[in-house]
C-alpha cells in the first residue's frame, strides 16, 4: 500500500515549542502537552490528508505516557533517544525509502536540520507554518 496521496507532516517539537513568543520554552514538558493536545484536537488545517509525526526530545518526551499514549490518537509520536534531529532524519529517510513520491514536509526552523531533510527530497517550513494551522 502507498501513502504517496496522504501528505507527511514532521514536527521538530523542541523547535516549534521554542518558536513561540510567550515562554512555553520555559516548561519543556508542559509545552509539549499543549502543542500534543492542539495538534490531536484540531488535526491541523490542510487541503488534504496527512499523517502527522511529532518528534519528542529530552524533558519533552516526560509530556507522554510512551510512544503510544492514547491521549494523543491521531498522531504518530517519537520519542527521540538522542538528537531529535537525527530522529528526524530516521523518519524523512524511512517514508522516502518505503515511497520516494510521497509528499513530506518537515516543520523546523534549524537551518542544519533543514539542510539534511531538503537533501531527502522533504520541504521545510517554519514552525509558525503549523502554528497558523492549528491555531485558527
Known amino acids: 500500500m502507498t501513502d504517496a496521496g496522504i501528505q507527511l507532516i514532521v514536527v521538530d517539537a523542541a523547535n516549534v515549542v ?3 513568543p510567550d515562554g512555553w520554552w520555559r ?16 488535526k491541523v488545517h ?3 490528508p496527512a499523517e502527522v509525526v511529532v ?24 520519542l527521540a533517544d538522542g538528537s531529535g534531529d537525527d530522529a528526524i532524519v530516521d523518519v524523512v529517510a524511512g517514508a522516502v525509502e518505503q515511497d520516494s513520491s510521497r509528499s513530506i514536509t ?5 537551518r542544519g536540520l533543514r539542510d539534511r531533510v531538503e537533501a531527502l527530497g522533504a520541504d521545510t517550513v517554519g514552525p509558525r507554518w503549523l502554528l497558523d494551522r492549528v491555531e485558527s
Open 27 to 42: 516548561d519543556r514538558m508542559g509545552a509539549a502537552r499543549r502543542l500534543l493536545a492542539q495538534l490531536t484536537a484540531s
Open 106 to 110: 518537515v516543520v523546523t526552523a534549524d
Open 55 to 78: 518528534v519528542l526530545e529530552g524533558a519533552a518526551k516526560a509530556a507522554v505516557a510512551g510512544a503510544a499514549d492514547p491521549k494523543f490518537e491521531g498522531l504518530r509520536l517519537v
Open 18 to 20: 521554542g518558536s513561540r
Open 46 to 48: 490542510l487541503e488534504g
